[in-house]
């Protein structure tokens, strides 16, 4: 049997697409203009896809870990939720618990240590959910949400210049707060409109299943 003329064209086609070499960046020089205890910055000159050599100042960041803390066991998920100052918002506002990966610390320990510090829960359960970066213009800070279900209370162990609040919210309480401006931390967003997304489509499922005849 011959194959026709359109499969060929298209086998070909994706072929051809798939070693398609991405355009190349060059790193001409990267000089450390500022290093503190959280970040460092580098200024670069690069050579960009388009041929062009611009300079690019980088805030580098070894990464962080947000915990979407969830109390699944009820009926409506409740999600713990922070309040803090921020000076670089110059407000307080309402966050998941995050915190920055330590040298050497893998992201799940950091995560765990986050939770602990900060709200004095554990976590029975723990599944990595997302991974983004923070703002990449011009951080090169990586973030990865961690989902930690089957929660226990315990005492908190915050850092000395941290003042913490914290508050269990029912999930169509949070996503209010997102809709209406009051939850305006990014990663807080992302974590609570993924759980009302996965939330959303389970209860479809279940509305599904439990309508269709009995032996289908």
Known sequence: MTKSRSATFHKGKAAKSKTRAQPRVRVISSKTVYHGPVFWVTTDQVQEPGGVRVRRDIIRHSGSVVVLAVDDSGTTPRILLERQYRHAANNYLWELPAGRIDPGEKPLAAARRELLEETGYTARKWRCILKFYASPGFVAET?????????????????????????????????????????RDAKTISGILWLDHRVGKLNIRLAYHSSRPRGK
Do not use: C, K, S
Request: charged share 15%.
């Open 143 to 183: 973030m990865a949400i961690y989902l930690a279900t089957g929660l226990t209370a315990g005492a908190a162990q915050p850092e000395e210049d941290e003042i913490i609040h914290i508050r269990m919210l029912p999930l169509p309480a949070a996503v209010r707060m997102v809709l209406n401006g009051t939850i």
